[in-house]
T-cell receptor, first 112, second 111 residues
């Protein structure tokens, strides 16, 4: 079962920041939070990941609360091409490796 | 683009048949995972391969099997196809199982 909870849908205006929340209250101390997005049933696209510190890359910023029970993905200047389903995922151990357990995600609509 | 390729793009099979899907990893990656994504749902982990051996498996029956080759490419085989196997099958490659990069997927339809 997915260890994350996300709102099913959100929208924002083009050019504004999109803030996508995620709850992961049962996350363990060594489990990372990953964000992917998926456009029109293409393969999911990696966005960013983090453990406890805030992270930023060319696509987005990831803000993780101090207790690690929730996080927010920030797209600083949303464009129409950012319309997609966004998945917040806790990476869990799978035997001797790791696996991603996807939930239902948040469908983000960026409005002109 | 991630550098992960999958073939074929689309496939139609009938119930009871067998199917083989193929995946070529991104250069420098040594681990391959397979996911099944039914319509309207998030991807579900099938299994992962590292050093040509299965290295983790999700809740899928044994008729789902795989192979990883010395060049780190991979195959997913599904025997005795059922209607519910209709889905988008995604391959993802990574280095040691960390950040996974997905291919475009193979759309399988079982009639």
């Amino acid at each position: 079962d997915a260890k994350t909870t996300q709102p099913p849908s959100m929208d924002c205006a083009e050019g504004r920041a999109a803030n996508l929340p995620c709850n992961h209250s049962t996350i363990s101390g060594n489990e990372y939070v990953y964000w992917y997005r998926q456009i029109h049933s293409q393969g999911p696209q990696y966005i960013i990941h983090g453990l406890k510190n805030n992270e930023t890359n060319e696509m987005a910023s990831l803000i993780i609360t101090e207790d690690r029970k929730s996080s927010t993905l920030i797209l600083p200047h949303a464009t129409l091409r950012d319309t997609a389903v966004y998945y917040c995922i806790v990476r869990v151990a799978a035997d001797s490796s790791y696996k991603l357990i996807f939930g239902s995600g948040t469908r983000l609509l960026v409005r002109p | 683009e991630t550098g992960v390729t999958q073939s074929p793009t689309h496939l139609i099979k009938t119930r009871g048949q067998q199917v083989t899907l193929r995946c070529s990893s991104q250069s420098g990656h040594n681990t391959v995972s397979w996911y099944q994504q039914a319509l309207g749902q998030g991807p579900q982990f099938i299994f992962q391969y590292y050093r040509e051996e299965e290295n983790g498996r999700g809740n899928f029956p044994p008729r789902f099997s795989g192979l990883q080759f010395p060049n780190y490419s991979s195959e997913l085989n599904v025997n005795a196809l059922e209607l519910d196997d209709s889905a988008l099958y995604l391959c993802a490659s990574s280095l040691w199982g960390y950040v996974e990069f997905f291919g475009p997927g193979t759309r399988l339809t079982v009639l």
